[in-house]
């Protein structure tokens, strides 16, 4: 089993910036990716940002919608994947969800996000 521990969500202004972390843990082996889905009410469950491992340093990918604003991060050695979140918007307020897959595919319990405007 894995466990996914988010933290850093909270209420900020727009414009303002906020840092998620996911800190994954148990039986972690062959990560194939790490990241970030956010829900919004009323809205289907979305890809923010999502790290993949390779031999190159793995590969990310940023909905069209936070590109430029949003920066997805992976620390191998903690086991640990952030969201440097600049430019909030208050269209991005949703619950933040961290997702890790290897053989399965693993959810964290999610942290609220809210951007007032």
């Known amino acids: 089993q894995v466990q996914l521990v988010e933290s850093g969500g909270g209420l900020v202004q727009a414009g303002g910036s906020l840092r998620l972390s996911c800190a994954a843990s148990?039986?972690?082996?062959?990560?194939?990716?790490m990241g970030w889905y956010r829900q919004a009410p009323g809205k289907q469950r979305e890809l923010v940002a999502v790290?993949?491992?390779?031999?190159?340093?793995?590969?990310?990918n940023y909905a069209d919608s936070v590109k430029g604003r949003f920066t997805i991060s992976r620390d191998n050695a903690k086991n640990t994947v952030y969201l440097q979140m600049s430019s909030l918007k208050p269209e991005d307020t949703a619950v933040y969800y961290c997702?890790?897959?290897?053989?399965?595919?693993?959810w964290g319990q999610g942290t609220q996000v809210t951007v007032s405007s």
């Open positions: 148990g039986s972690i082996f062959s990560i194939r990716a």
């Open positions: 790290v993949t491992s390779g031999g190159s340093g793995g590969s990310t």
């Open positions: 997702n890790l897959r290897n053989l399965q595919v693993y």
